[in-house]
């Protein structure tokens, strides 16, 4: 089931800079999509989302942006803290609201 | 900040064993889900349940599996006789509504080991 991919299974970025994380999905009939950080030992933390109404959403440090045609969303977190190393998960669903994940990025921070 | 609580951390259990994990939804919320993580592999759906019905399930969640609101705040995941492949990490969810914009929130999971 390769729904949701997320192609980069690892990302280092240095503190202060930009992180992108990326995913790409394959069904269309998806229109909520949301992005989850997971540290280790703990469940997935709900960081982000966006509707498919819209193009970009904007919480703090973390903004998503959509590109319905593309079939991606993009995480972008800026500026990166070593805190935010972790791994995040890209997830979807659609009209049955069950969540389809990727497989996850692992960010590292460096200080 | 509320949040979904999950019992026990780590269960531990024998091929053919029934086994009964234990979640504790957001107090507010309505709809509850499960999810398990095999090791190495993407965390996948099993179940949604709302109004004391599953309201969709997955291929995985055969009849060996079964969920339960018992009370007015535990959500239970039981699996009647366990195989080795259901190892996993599994994963207890909630949200407020069924609608856009209402994220679902997950426990810390439980490591479950089938030996």
């Known amino acids: 089931d390769q729904q949701v991919k997320q192609n980069s299974p690892s990302l280092s970025v240095q503190e202060g800079r930009i992180s992108i994380l990326n995913c790409d999905y394959t069904?269309?009939?998806?229109?909520?999509f949301l992005w989850y950080k997971k540290y280790p030992a703990e469940g997935p933390t709900f960081l982000i989302s966006?509707?498919?109404?819209?193009d970009k959403n904007e919480d703090g440090r973390f903004t998503v942006f959509l590109n319905k045609s593309a079939k991606h969303l993009s995480l972008h977190i800026v500026p990166s803290q070593p805190g935010d190393s972790a791994v995040y998960f890209c997830?979807?669903?659609?009209?049955?609201?069950?969540?389809?994940f990727g497989k996850g990025t692992l960010l590292t921070v460096n200080p | 900040e509320p949040e979904v609580t999950q019992t026990p951390s780590h269960q531990v259990t024998q091929m053919g064993q029934e086994v009964i994990l234990r979640c504790v939804p957001i107090?507010?919320?309505?709809?509850f889900y499960w999810y398990r993580q095999i090791l190495g592999q993407k965390v996948e759906f099993l179940v949604s349940?709302?109004?004391?019905?599953?309201?969709?399930k997955s291929e995985i969640f055969d009849d060996q599996f079964s969920v339960e609101r018992p009370d007015g705040s535990n959500f239970t995941l039981k699996i009647r006789s366990t195989k080795l492949e259901d190892s996993a990490m599994y994963f207890c969810?909630?949200?407020?509504?069924?609608?856009?914009?209402?994220?679902?929130?997950f426990g810390d999971g439980t490591r479950l080991s089938i030996l």
């Open positions: 969810a909630s949200s407020e509504a069924l609608r856009t914009n209402q994220p679902q929130h």
């Open positions: 069904n269309s009939m998806f229109d909520y």
């Open positions: 966006i509707s498919s109404i819209k």
């Open positions: 997830a979807a669903s659609g009209s049955n609201y069950k969540l389809t």
């Open positions: 107090s507010n919320h309505l709809y």
């Open positions: 349940f709302y109004n004391n019905e599953i309201s969709e």
